[in-house]
């Protein structure tokens, strides 16, 4: 009886190991089956292909998109391929670009600077824009009844500081100076937006203003020489073609003796004595932001409202101030230099 017992014992517990190593059996089976599943959706989950139209080489562009990759990047990682070509500065290469990537039917478009986004808008009316470094959506894009949203194809981030704050700071700078020359290229839009805004509020402190404008880079020289000829002070917006020639405007104004307050660091650091800054990397990774809405969450960006950057930073050029003999208030920051 005993020896029947003890069987029964051995073979109760047999049926159990045989119970147990089939549920672990089980249990490992769909922890795999759950492992190949997840990496099989990773590895079947869209990959976005997204196109950067960056009209000219220069550090606020360049922070730019550095900033707006940076923010596709954290957001998708593998899942995204992303493109860039630089217009080198010239409005038909953005058309080409532009046209390129639309027959290359990428998920979105990233321009950078307003003649990169009017080649992107004139090139497709489905491709998703978002774009950055703007000062203004409504006279980059002609659109009359401005709301916040472009109605369109386009949204993304505006590189406007503050022109009543700018003016403000030349004001400051120098309350007893007459003249103001406004330096600016007559073929950008935004500039000439700008200009017309500032004007008013430097007339409003008794400045008179007065325009000197180019066509290309090729009139910069002449221009500038002109406007140190007859202003005590010149201000320069967030302009391209400025932008690029800004060591031929620095050697002209500081020999001159004239102080630049400039639209923008970036400007500021190839020619300005100060600006009221904002940051185009933060602008730049807002604008990813916004582009993965639109790609992973159906985000619509006709009516996505523009974005503008909310922080600014008052900034000085040491090497233009000791050049010229003048010392900045204490609330200005110098502005790192190469």
Partial sequence: MKKVINSIIALTLAMS????GTDAAKEKEAATAST???????????????????LVQHPALDTATEGFTDALEEKLGANVNITLENASGDNATCATIANTFVSDNVDLIMANATPAL??????????PIVATSITDYATALDIEDWN?????NVTGTSDLAPLDGQAEMLHDLFPDAKEVGLIYCSGEKNSLYQAKKITEYLEGYGYHVTDYTFADSADVGTVVQSACGSSDVLYVPTDNVAANAAETINNI???AKVPIIAGEEGICKGCGLATLSISYYDIG?????MAYEILVNGKDPATFDIQYATEFTKEYNPKIAEALGITLPDDYVAIEMD
Avoid: F, H, R
């Fill in 285 to 289: 990774y807002n604008a990813g932001l």
């Fill in 118 to 127: 009017q080649a992107s808008e004139t090139a497709t009316n489905s491709i």
């Fill in 17 to 20: 190991l045989v119970a147990c």
């Fill in 148 to 152: 916040g949203a472009t109605g369109v």
């Fill in 36 to 54: 190949e599943e997840t990496t099989e959706t990773n590895d079947d989950a869209k990959v976005y292909n997204v196109g950067i139209i960056q």
């Fill in 253 to 255: 104004a500081v020999t």
